[in-house]
């Protein structure tokens, strides 16, 4: 098995405008990195590109080995928001539909996840806060038997509690091997879990780095990552 | 179990369970937490953990049995070694930040003797 990411030359237009220019990445096995970056630097544009959301890019995209938009999404767990599904819909049913849809869905998997997480199956998306249904797109996720994991903002707007929840979860249920990309505009609550930082600037990545390597040199890993921006402010 | 984030986690998780030990929380020849319950437990990850854990196999502080984890050393030359460095360091901690506020280290022995007479009266 390859590397779970491999990105090459990765260019990304959208009305004519680049969101993404000359992007290298490759993740490899048993890492759980940060994909760090203000708002709007192109973080959910890339993991919609990585998981086969976004099309029409150019450059290579390989997950596992696999080129093909089918290949990826099979060797990748995303859940793109729970936008597709009415707001009447229930637990329960999201979950039958994850189970047609993905072989490698595991509803033992899901139960622990769930009753983690205190979540009750017959709840209705309409009947759940930011913070639930964050956790209720964590447990999907990590249902699923792959070799990346993508989670687009998890900690955006939900309480401490909740957060602390999404956050072991993540060393509970990560298997050895697989690798965890975890976007975020702060970094500072999820640090002491991050194996690496990416960090995105200019519609690139500026910067990938071992959380460690960074503390080696005495500095905090929000350090490392705000004087990136900081340098822009002084110019 | 809070960490500062500007010093590598694994020497703070080394420093945590060399503390556990002389502490006797983790008793000498008894088995230690799996590397995914300290992760868990601490909040750091998971691979943080192995690298401390590793060390402190090589140090001999710790020791690997096949399949069941690791167990605390009974070797109480080597508890009692331990023990000598984490006073040494925090001496060192001590002594800099003493003297750093300008104090001498002749000073620093009669200030804590006085100190050490107040507080117990």
């Known amino acids: ?235 | 179990m809070e960490f500062k984030d500007n010093i590598p986690i694994y020497l703070q998780i080394k420093q945590y369970l060399y503390r556990q030990i002389i502490t006797g929380k983790l008793k000498p020849g008894k088995k230690i937490p799996s590397v995914r319950e300290l992760a868990v437990q601490l909040t750091v990850n998971v691979n943080t953990v192995q690298r401390a854990l590793q060390q402190m196999n090589f140090e001999g502080i710790l020791y690997t049995k096949r399949g069941e984890g690791n167990f605390v050393t009974e070797d109480t030359t080597l508890l009692e070694k331990t023990k000598r460095e984490l006073i040494d360091a925090e001496l060192d901690k001590f002594v800099q930040s003493m003297n750093s506020l300008g104090v001498s280290d002749e000073q620093i022995l009669k200030s804590l003797t006085e100190y050490l007479k107040e507080e117990r009266k």
């Open chain 1, 1 to 235: 098995m390859g590397n779970p990411l491999e990105i090459t030359d990765l260019v990304y237009k959208k009305n004519q405008k680049k969101i993404i220019t000359d992007l290298n990445l490759t993740l490899k096995p048993g890492k759980i990195v940060a994909l760090l970056g203000e708002n709007g630097a192109g973080k959910t544009t890339l993991m919609r590109i990585i998981s086969g959301v976004a099309k029409n890019y150019r450059g290579t995209v390989k997950v596992a080995s696999f080129a093909k938009e089918a290949d990826r999404k099979a060797h990748l767990s995303f859940t793109d928001g729970l936008t597709g599904f009415a707001n009447s819909t229930k637990i329960n049913d999201i979950v039958k539909f994850y189970q047609i849809l993905y072989h490698d869905f595991s509803l033992k998997q899901f139960e622990q996840l769930r009753k983690f997480m205190n979540l009750d199956s017959d709840m209705r998306l309409s009947e759940m806060s930011k913070g639930m249904k964050e956790k209720l797109v964590i447990a999907l996720t990590f249902s699923r038997k792959t070799d990346l994991y993508l989670l687009d903002e998890p900690f955006s707007g939900i309480d401490a509690m909740a957060r602390k929840k999404i956050i072991k979860s993540i060393i509970l249920w990560k298997q050895e091997k697989s690798t965890i990309l975890v976007s975020d505009h702060f970094v500072n609550e999820i640090a002491a879990v991050l194996d690496e930082v990416v960090i995105i600037k200019n519609k690139t990545v500026c910067m990938h780095k071992s959380t460690e390597a960074i503390r080696a040199d005495n500095q905090s890993v929000e350090e490392f990552y705000e004087s990136f921006y900081q340098r822009e402010e002084d110019e």
